[in-house]
């Protein structure tokens, strides 16, 4: 599976439990990046940065049998990072995206937005 279809799938679980805003940025022009690939999204409470994460993990594992390398945040639920190696998954708490407001970092970056309307293209 490429990555394309990793952050489709990636999005689609994030927009599936409510993510707002969610984001990829392709870091891969950017000699620095610990990554290839940055997808971001935020949520109003800690209960549904949870939920996000959760819906994430599985369906990395079902369709695309990924687990992460590693992941941090769960004990407070306010930014969970999960690390794919080469894709790295952020969801924040809104007020926690807007404070390190991480796109802005990585604003070299090409951006792709998603929404859960589904395109014709």
Known sequence: MNHKNELDVIADAMLEKKGNGVVSLDLKKIGTAISDYFIVCSAESTTNVSAIADNVEERMIADCGRK?????????SLW????YGDIVVHVFQTQYRDFYR????WADADRKEYTDEKSNS
Do not use: K, M, T
């Open 80 to 83: 969970i990072i999960l690390d």
């Open 68 to 76: 992460p390398v590693r992941s941090q945040g769960w004990e407070n």
């Open 102 to 105: 991480l796109e802005d970092l």
